[in-house]
């Protein structure tokens, strides 16, 4: 059609439209479908690896090994499948190698590369005897290449290629970590003969693995384990860090991105509908006279949908584009967490569908909608409309207000609209700017004043395997069990200390002396649940399914740990020991206890390096966060101030005509929005606070720590700093449009 | 030495077999508290030598010298300087500023003023002190020129460029703003050029300029008549 050359022709002059609109658009589509697509990555690659290599639903450490004839028992009885893990940790400086015998039933071997090439494909392979499989990450962080050997005990094993375990696929060393360390630590496949060969035949399990068939018989098994074999420590895979952590990103990433981007997609509407509203209005007198020439609603309704169709279409296909290197970026990023394994990234067709249709039509829904309430005025109402016709606000009539603030003030009022759509617009840029330094400013708050007080004044918690009696030199002891609450996997630990106990945290919210006997939360626990002080708190033994039913008398501050504490005697009758029993002590030194009895030491470090690790993680998502934000800013400032010098040009004109100079011309008008972008900046930082809670309270689960939202004064300062920038950059640019408004403008006859 | 100077100045818009030549060697003298009456035709080129003498534009050819300096040189800094100085411009179409009201119009002006004039008494001599308050949109079209020519002469310029200024007004109120010119060019001493193509005008100048197709047809020194007796 002739009519829609006047579109293609007109791109020009409505540039700052058509580029903020492609470019939102563009940002809005790479972002959400890259985030999709690495969520996708991710679930379809573990799915795989998890199903295809059968994880374990639990693991267990029972006081002593379970007998050829009760496995047999156990499986039958409650159809479900129990295996003896084997593995032992070869220690040399700060290096471990965890060296595990090959299953056969459940968390299975995928070895994906050996001398013969990569496989893609997740499926499960055995260990030949003599041969071992490590982390692809520690073999390059160590120059050891398929073909080499490796020493373990007395035998030399020859690396045949780079394998996983899926209980493994976050190749942690300690629960306590975030992201596994690949420099200084591996798992290691061999065949049970080699395992034998290496650690001796009589070698005990160092645990138990079970997978469920039914459901409905996990409580009943656990029960009658606990009968017989009292396993101290019971954990579900969905507590299990090496297992759940990957899980978690899934639901993470898509729920964040998702959440972003609709942001993102909702801005880019209201600043359509905006615009176009304002496009279309002025073209009231072409909508007019083509009306009269007989051009049908449908027909104006077809041609000013243009407007929108082809800077959303062009945002549409550039953001699918940019989605393919960002989703390939994206995902090795999240992958980078985890060994080097082979993934494919491929994008599913109906988010590119999607990403097509659902800006397109939105945005020329909103444009038809805007056209269709013009239309429906009489052709000659509008070939008689004014463009110029502004409604003036009288704002301050007759104070003695300086004439830039006047004018500045009037032509604000006058356009709230307009005025609306930047505080929106640059209140969502200063959330997007401000929510990473906000995430980090709480992240560093954990490691500043968190993690110092998670241990109280003990710097060692050594964790034993079974339940000891007696004293422990330099140390105070505890008993230490895990429980959970009916329906919630994640556990929180119930801890029983002396009332002597100098070591434990005990310093309660509110202020009061704890008294000792009396059942206190940490502050993670009780946010995690949901608990106030005076608030009963039932819960349940993970083995034997027993609930137990206490009333909190007061939080105990303390957000790095889910613990209920109480005294050593009330913890000991719902564990079912005796209370001169423990099985964790707390030091300020290391404590003298056989390596053997030892399951684990943390230690404050431990958990520094491992939070630190974490949140190196999240600085790469807060870095693309940033960028978009500092975009969305100088984008906006641009169109409006563009908006702001086409809608006032007959004035700058004016005052070029009456001798003001540019730099006061460009004061006059540009500066329309100073004093609002404080004000978005304020209110964003609240709006900032609530999104990064939601973001912190959703980490909880995966990251075990209560983080506080926590604002720097420092932190507002640099980032104000950082919309500031990107505000006087963006205003830069617009002060070229400013100063190409010609002063022949001013003589021309008003239309 | 003439106020203004006018030496064989030209101006072509648009090349090629689209090329209008707006002037075409003009050269005059105004001298200083005269009023200079251009008249001529659509398109004769008066608007372009306006715009040249007000710095609005530049000349292809020729020199123009305002008070013995010679602007056609001035970069675009120092015109700025020269219109915020030396000029004040009345337009046709008003050109005020619509969120503004009268008084804070004519601030515009005085705000960047060296010495300017009050405010108050040059608003009572052009009759709007019962309108100061009023926004443009609320003035009938010969008070938003009478204001026009306020904020023009708040700065009290040497020089005031007036571009058909009563041809957007009836008959009354054009007679009204002509008299408010002839008598702050009494009471200040202003050059005064204006360009109409009301033949009535003519008689209220020093200097009457006749343009056709971009050169002088007429230059002529007469006597004033009185605003009253113009027969408008």
Redesign the interface.
């Known amino acids: 059609m002739t009519l829609s050359r006047k579109v293609l022709r007109s791109l020009g002059k409505k540039l700052s439209f058509n580029i903020v609109t492609t470019v939102l658009t563009g940002i809005t589509v790479t972002v959400l479908i890259g985030a999709l697509t690495t969520a996708d990555t991710l679930q379809d690659k573990t799915e795989d690896i998890f199903g295809n290599l059968n994880v374990e639903h639990a693991q267990f450490l029972p006081v002593r090994p379970i007998d050829e004839e009760d496995l047999e028992y156990y499986q039958n009885s409650y159809d479900l499948i129990l295996e003896p893990q084997y593995c032992e940790d070869i220690t040399e400086g700060e290096d471990t190698i965890r060296v595990f015998a090959d299953n056969n039933k459940i968390n299975l071997t995928w070895i994906f590369e050996t001398a013969s090439g990569t496989q893609t494909e997740v499926s499960s392979s055995q260990a030949q005897d003599g041969e071992v499989y490590i982390c692809r990450k520690y073999a390059e962080a160590h120059d050891l290449n398929i073909g080499d050997t490796i020493t373990a005990g007395s035998a030399e094993l020859v690396i045949a290629g780079y394998a996983l375990r899926p209980d493994y696929l976050n190749t942690l060393k300690d629960y306590t970590e975030s992201i596994g360390d690949y420099e200084h630590f591996s798992t290691a496949i061999v065949s049970m003969n080699t395992y034998e060969d290496v650690f001796g035949e009589e070698t005990a399990p160092a645990y138990y693995s079970v997978v469920y068939n039914d459901e409905s018989s996990i409580n009943a098994f656990r029960a009658d384990l606990y009968e017989s074999y009292t396993p101290l420590e019971y954990f579900n895979s969905d507590a299990n860090s090496r297992i759940s952590l990957v899980k978690g990103e899934v639901p993470m990433l898509r729920g964040e991105f998702s959440s972003y981007s609709m942001i993102l997609f909702t801005l880019v509407v209201i600043i359509v509908a905006f615009m176009l509203s304002r496009i279309i209005a002025a073209e009231g007198r072409n909508i007019g006279t083509l009306k009269a020439l007989g051009y049908r609603k449908k027909e104006l309704i077809t041609h000013y949908i243009l407007y929108a169709l082809i800077p959303t279409a062009a945002g549409c296909l550039i953001g699918i584009i940019g989605s393919v290197p960002f989703a390939g970026a994206f995902s090795a990023f999240f992958f980078n967490d985890l060994d080097s394994f082979p993934y494919d990234v491929s994008i599913n067709p109906l988010y590119m569908i999607l990403a097509a249709l659902i800006p397109v039509v939105l945005n020329s829904s909103v444009t038809a909608i805007v056209t269709s309430r013009l239309l429906n005025k009489e052709a000659i109402a509008l070939m008689k409309n004014n463009n110029d016709a502004r409604k003036i606000n009288h704002a301050f009539n007759g104070s003695n207000m300086r004439f830039r603030t006047l004018y500045m003030m009037r032509v604000l009022l006058g356009n709230p609209v307009r005025t609306l759509v930047f505080i929106i617009g640059m209140t969502v840029a200063c959330m997007i700017i401000l929510l990473g330094g906000i995430c980090q400013d709480s992240q560093k708050n954990v490691i500043d004043h968190v993690l110092p007080d998670l241990m109280g004044d003990a710097r060692y918690e050594t964790g034993l395997n079974s339940f000891h009696t007696g004293q422990v030199a330099n140390g105070q002891t505890l008993i230490d069990v895990m429980f959970e609450v009916e329906g919630d996997p994640v556990a929180f630990n119930l801890v029983g200390y002396d009332e002597d106990n100098t070591l434990l945290e005990r310093e309660t919210v509110s202020g009061e002396e704890t008294v000792y006997g009396e059942y206190y939360l940490t502050s993670c626990a009780a946010n995690y649940y949901g608990i106030e002080p005076g608030d009963e708190f039932t819960f349940v033994h993970r083995i034997t399914g027993q609930k137990t039913t206490v009333t909190i008398s007061d939080i105990i501050y303390n957000n790095g740990l889910r613990l209920l504490i109480t005294s050593k005697d009330k913890a000991a009758a719902i564990v079912g020991v005796s209370p001169d029993e423990y099985n964790n002590i707390l030091s300020e030194v290391p404590v003298d206890v056989p390596e053997q009895d030892i399951y684990k030491i943390a230690d404050f470090d431990t958990y520094k390096d491992s939070f630190e690790q974490m949140m190196a993680t999240t600085k790469a998502v807060y870095a693309i966060l940033l960028t978009v934000g500092i975009i969305v800013c100088v984008l906006i400032v641009n169109l409006l101030s563009g908006m702001i010098i086409d809608e006032n040009s007959r004035n700058i004109s004016m005052l070029k005509v009456l001798g003001y100079r540019d730099n006061e011309i460009r004061d006059v008008i540009l500066r329309m929005n100073h004093f609002l972008l404080p004000c978005c900046f304020l209110l964003s930082i609240p709006l900032t606070c609530y999104m990064a809670k939601l973001l912190m309270a959703d980490s909880v689960a995966t990251s075990g720590i209560w983080i506080d939202v926590v604002v720097k004064p420092e932190t507002l300062l640099i980032y104000f700093a950082v919309v500031l920038a990107a505000y006087v950059i963006s205003l830069f640019l617009s002060r070229r449009k400013l100063d190409k408004v010609d002063m022949a403008q001013s003589l021309k006859q008003e239309d | 030495m003439s106020h203004i100077s006018i030496k064989n100045i030209s101006k072509i818009y648009g090349s090629g077999s689209s090329e209008l030549k707006a002037l075409d060697d003009v050269s005059l003298d105004i001298e200083k508290g005269e009023i200079c009456v251009i008249l001529g035709p659509s398109g004769s080129g008066k608007?372009t030598l306006l715009?040249m003498i007000?710095g609005?534009?530049r000349v292809d050819k020729g020199t123009i010298t305002v008070e013995g300096e010679e602007i056609t040189s001035y970069n675009k800094?120092k015109m700025?300087?020269?219109?915020?100085?030396k000029?004040g411009?009345v337009?046709?179409?008003y050109?005020l500023?619509?969120?503004?009201?009268v008084v804070?119009n004519v601030?515009?002006?005085k705000?960047?003023a060296e010495d300017p004039l009050d405010e108050h008494e040059l608003l009572h001599l052009l009759g709007l002190d019962e309108h100061k308050?009023h926004?443009p949109?609320e003035l009938s079209g010969g008070q938003q020129q009478r204001c026009s020519i306020a904020?023009a002469l708040i700065k009290n310029p040497a020089l005031l460029l007036c571009?058909e200024l009563t041809g957007a007004l009836d008959s009354s109120s054009a007679k009204e703003v002509l008299k408010m010119l002839d008598e702050v060019n009494g009471q200040y001493g202003t050059t005064i050029i204006m360009i109409t193509h009301d033949e009535r005008i003519a008689g209220m100048a020093d200097r009457l300029i006749r343009i056709k197709d971009g050169k002088i047809t007429e230059n002529t020194v007469k006597a004033r008549t009185k605003v009253g007796d113009l027969g408008l």
């Open positions: 608007s715009n007000g609005l534009d800094k700025t300087e020269y219109r915020r100085d000029l411009m337009f046709q179409a050109n500023i619509p969120e503004l009201n804070e601030r515009v002006v705000d960047i308050n926004f949109s904020r571009d």
